[in-house]
């Protein structure tokens, strides 16, 4: 059975494009950008051509020191650099610690201090513009994949060095660090091994095996420092699918490069979904060609969903929905289909996948769970990373028994399917599911580019909206979409690219506050 076959040995990041290449070399991955690492390589490459690369590149961090079980914290502009040096790293032994581009220069050596002396590397311009010196009193060392620095190594100077062969750790070593979202406070280290990560991989694999019985290209556009990258790239690769990488969002690029490459199969952040609603109005008809849409980060607003799967032309289209976390992967999966109307449940992410994750809800207050008393959402999974680094203790704090709390509320209705309601941080007492209420406004106020709904100085809940090319909001369909809602707020109106994200185009809630409150709004 196709379980026993993709059995936990353990993934294996460092060698994945080299068998990759040895199964499908002519395999090509299409890019939205340059590499730093190679300009000269293109936009387009096969398969084998970035297997030579990372091996390539592994040969030259070998070169610069950089030896097994040392930490290798990646930090540079935003480029699919990014993930084809964490395989260079893996495939000498060492261990990648990403760092998304989107962190401010102080968190950054935060972490690097919290990697305990790893080797750096980034580039000339975070170098130049946004990190602290002190990055080259906390690193071992600095390593540049492009410009120069008076105080760091360029990566060029290896160029030509002898080629290494990989070096196999086992599979409980750690293979990979990434860092949580921080939605509330700088953010930790997830620490993953080789099996935690194949422990991900197998549910993907198994629910994505029907969509891939016919030869379809993958369009992606994730966080490149995010570990489900890792688990998107390795299905794709291996099973031989084109694969298209966006680093952009923007709907127009996107809708340009669709329109060209006319994608299978689409995984982003929900966040990007929503953006990526004006797509299918493009005459284009850039999504036509899509079977299954898929996100794995958060839930999703049913608007968006519905109106993706109409700009499918396809027989069946399916809309994915995967909810997990960072520390766990995915736990639990939802599909979605024509047949759901606008306004379906977007509260409710779905079921566990059998024999591989499981999921409870515990009280809060002796009471049972229910829509009207949420309780605490608690996991299992074999794909939860082994701790935070350098914070073991709140690693431990977490955990009951095996259980994962994930820092959400909610309940599970009578058929076992999981509905989530609320971040805990994120409650407003007496309000009701603040999700929920968002999900109301976008199905009612096409308008709308992004809700979010956040307690005020006063526990008021204060709505912070932002519209479609920042156009002024009608304030009377406001005011009919909200009848029937909990009292909130007078609305504030905010452009989007001022709300504070992560690197998964999460809305920081507590920070969106915080700011609030600084700018006097929301009373």
């Avoid at 199964?23 to 000269?40: C, G, K």
């Avoid at 513009?129 to 071992?140: I, M, N, R, S, T």
């Avoid at 935690?196 to 030869?215: C, E, F, G, N, S």
Wanted: net charge neutral; charged share 25%.
């Amino acid at each position: 059975m196709l379980l026993q076959r993709i059995g936990n040995r353990g993934i294996r990041l460092g060698t994945l494009f080299e068998r990759a290449a040895s199964r499908h070399p002519a395999n090509v991955l299409i890019l939205d950008h340059d590499l730093d690492l190679a300009p000269d390589l293109g936009r387009r490459a096969t398969v084998a051509e970035l297997a030579d690369l990372v091996a390539d590149v592994a040969s030259r961090l070998w070169a610069a020191k950089i030896r097994p079980g040392e930490r290798v914290v990646v930090h540079k502009s935003d480029t699919f650099d990014i993930p084809l040096l964490a395989c260079a790293i893996s495939r000498i032994g060492a261990v990648p610690v990403l760092l998304s581009p989107h962190l401010d220069g102080d968190t950054v050596a935060e972490l690097v201090r919290r990697a305990d002396r790893p080797h750096l590397v980034t580039d000339q311009a975070k170098l130049d513009d946004e990190l602290p010196a002190e990055v080259f009193d906390l690193a071992e060392s600095v390593l540049l994949t492009s410009g120069t620095h008076a105080r760091a190594v360029e990566l060029e100077d290896f160029a030509g060095v002898r080629r290494v062969t990989p070096v196999t750790m086992p599979a409980d070593h750690p293979t990979l660090i990434t860092h949580t979202s921080g939605t509330t406070g700088v953010p930790k280290l997830a620490v993953h091994t080789g099996r935690t990560l194949q422990a991900r991989y197998r549910p993907q694999r198994l629910a994505i095996t029907p969509v891939i019985r016919r030869r379809e290209t993958v369009a992606m556009h994730v966080s490149f420092v995010h570990s489900r990258l890792f688990t998107a790239l390795a299905i794709s690769l291996l099973n031989g699918l084109p694969i298209v990488v966006l680093a952009d969002e923007d709907p127009d690029r996107a809708a340009d490069l669709f329109a060209r490459v006319r994608p299978g199969i689409l995984e982003a952040h929900p966040n990007s979904y929503l953006r990526w609603e004006k797509l299918a109005d493009d005459h284009r008809a850039p999504l036509a060609n899509v079977k299954l849409f898929s996100s794995t980060f958060d839930a999703i607003h049913p608007r968006t969903v519905h109106r993706l799967l109409r700009a499918s032309r396809r027989r069946a289209p399916l809309f994915g929905q995967l909810y997990g976390q960072s520390e766990v992967g995915p736990t639990v999966v939802r599909a979605f289909t024509r047949r759901h109307a606008p306004d379906a449940d977007g509260r409710c992410v779905g079921m566990p996948f059998p024999g591989m994750t499981d999921v409870r809800v515990v009280s809060r207050d002796g009471r049972p769970p229910s829509e009207e008393n949420p309780g605490y959402i608690e996991v299992r999974s074999d794909g939860r990373i082994t701790t935070y680094l350098g914070e073991a203790e709140r690693y431990a704090r977490q955990l009951d028994d095996g259980w994962w709390r994930m820092g959400d509320v909610g309940f599970r209705s009578k058929w076992g399917c999981l509905h989530l309601l609320d971040r805990e941080v994120d409650l407003i007492p007496g309000f009701g599911s603040t999700l929920a209420a968002e999900d109301t406004l976008f199905a009612k106020l096409d308008e709308l580019a992004e809700v979010i709904i956040i307690p005020g100085a006063d526990g008021t809940a204060v709505p912070v909206v932002c519209t479609k090319d920042d156009s002024p909001l009608d304030r009377e369909a406001w005011r009919q979409a909200t009848a029937g809602l909990p009292a909130m707020a007078d609305p504030v109106q905010w452009r989007l690219s001022d709300l504070p994200q992560t690197a998964t185009t999460k809305i920081k809630r507590l920070q969106l506050a915080q700011l609030l409150a600084a700018a006097g709004q929301g009373r």
